[in-house]
């Protein structure tokens, strides 16, 4: 995306929005190579009523091109700007097996290793089965969802409006859902799967279901 795209790309920010501002990736580092165009919206202050500004916001996604999500926490934004990717420089299929083939090794390791000696006042983690499959048994078949794609994603919004903890709102220029992971830089996988991946795989379950 570039800078002039960008900045074009809010042209049709809704006007009474609560407080809130347009970051950038020149708006977290203090490095200037980093662009100044605004990546995305986020509200100042988490908000009462979210759920109620998602449904709105997401009734007018088609006019304005803002993509509303919620932010637990600010710190999820990390490289905003850095935008969408070319798919088919990841190979999902070939992700999936490195990582399943990864945990079989990890598996048989634990399962050779001596039992630890756990204190009384600890619980145990539940056995790990393993796999159940003997070899890699490849991607699953796509399928078609049972349940409108908006509904569904309108009622985790109030499910998550509503369980205690403080949401931020933020809107981005995005076409698919997937794409907002990058545009905001989301970090809050990080000790699990880089965003790239994470986005891929995202990307491939669209791609294998019925658009909606």
């Known amino acids: 995306m570039t800078e002039r795209s960008s900045t074009d790309a809010f042209a049709r920010l809704p006007a009474d929005l609560p407080a809130g501002r347009l970051v950038s990736a020149a708006d977290c580092y203090s490095s200037d190579k980093h662009s100044d165009a605004p990546a995305l919206w ?17 009734a007018q996604r088609a006019e304005t091109g803002l993509f509303p ?3 637990m926490f600010y710190e999820d934004i990390w490289y905003p700007g850095e935008g969408p990717l070319d798919d088919s420089a990841f190979d999902v299929t070939a992700y999936f097996r490195q990582e399943w083939e990864r945990y079989v090794r990890q598996k048989a390791e634990w399962d050779a290793a001596p039992p630890l000696e756990i204190p009384e006042d600890v619980e145990p983690w539940p056995d790990d089965p393993g796999p159940p499959f003997a070899t890699w048994p490849g991607l699953a ?3 078609t969802p049972t349940r409108d794609v908006g509904d569904h994603a309108a009622a985790m919004a109030a499910e998550l409006a509503q369980d205690g903890q403080p949401r931020r709102l933020a809107l981005v220029p995005v076409e698919r859902s997937a794409d907002v992971l990058l545009t905001i830089g989301f970090c809050g996988c990080n000790n699990h799967v880089d965003v790239d991946h994470l986005w891929a795989v995202i990307r491939s379950w669209r791609s294998a279901s019925a658009p909606g």
């Open 42 to 58: 986020v509200s100042d202050e988490p908000l009462e009523h979210a759920a109620a500004w998602w449904r709105r916001l997401e």
């Open 69 to 71: 999500v919620f932010l």
């Open 141 to 143: 078949a796509g399928s």
